[in-house]
């Protein structure tokens, strides 16, 4: 199944399929991206992240592709499961040239449901 | 340790009250954050701290302040709150030689104001 972000903040899967979720970010200036998970009543959780210096990275069952071009980021979960039910938020940094800091911009998230 | 802790988990205010909320890392980490999350919203965020000193206020109101006393320590006190100020409260950390990576929240903080 597939998400496309704004337009459909819900993605509904059977447990064994394969997931992708999207994500559109709008600051050129972002260097850094992450990808998190939320459970009810807990904070984002770190999936994977990916740096503008690269456009695919892998982690265990999920993958992260990054397009620059048009400002394009997805989340591939690989045999999705019940406990990957969540809400999926993508997030995009904006490094403030040389500071100590980052600042952090987080997309509206998407519901995943899986099916069992 | 990996984790940052927040605390209280859930706290109930009234409007006239005052309160503060609390936020512990110990990764080393020099750059802290507040951030303000409604229901089926993401997280928006309120203030950033460097090397223990303000660096963004997101135009937050004066109802709302920050405090960092030591590196490892981040608090939000909270006066004359609104209603529409009940949310989850999340603190997360940052590596500051990597401006921003390594990212970690914590749980947050359940606030309702009545």
């Known amino acids: 199944g597939e998400s496309v972000g704004l337009h459909l903040p819900t993605l509904s899967v059977q447990e064994g399929d394969n997931s992708i979720i999207n994500c559109a970010y709008s600051n050129s200036a972002s260097d850094y991206f992450i990808w998190y998970k939320q459970e009810s009543g807990k904070g984002p959780q770190f999936i994977i992240d990916?740096?503008?210096?690269?456009d695919k990275r892998q982690g265990q069952r999920v993958t992260v592709l990054l397009n620059k071009t048009v400002k394009h980021l997805s989340l591939q979960i690989a045999a999705t499961q019940p406990g990957d039910s969540a809400v999926y938020f993508c997030?995009?940094?904006?490094?403030?040239?040389?500071?100590?800091?980052?600042?952090?911009?987080f997309g509206q998230g998407t519901i995943l449901t899986v099916h069992p | 340790d990996t984790e940052v802790t927040q605390t209280p988990k859930h706290l109930v205010m009234g409007m006239t009250n005052k309160k503060s909320l609390k936020c512990e890392q110990h990764m080393g980490h020099r750059a802290m954050y507040w951030y303000k999350q409604k229901a089926k919203k993401p997280p928006e965020l309120m203030f950033v701290?460097?090397?223990?000193?303000?660096?963004i206020n997101e135009s937050v109101p004066s109802r709302f302040s920050p405090e960092c006393p030591n590196s490892s320590l981040l608090n939000l006190h909270l006066h004359a709150l609104q209603p529409e100020d009940s949310a989850l409260y999340l603190c997360?950390?940052?590596?500051?030689?990597?401006?921003?990576?390594?990212?970690?929240f914590g749980s947050g903080t359940r606030l309702t104001v009545v």
């Open positions: 997360a950390s940052s590596q500051a030689h990597g401006a921003g990576y390594g990212y970690t």
């Open positions: 990916i740096r503008s210096n690269m």
């Open positions: 701290y460097s090397y223990e000193k303000l660096s």
């Open positions: 997030a995009e940094n904006e490094n403030a040239g040389g500071t100590s800091y980052g600042k952090l911009t």
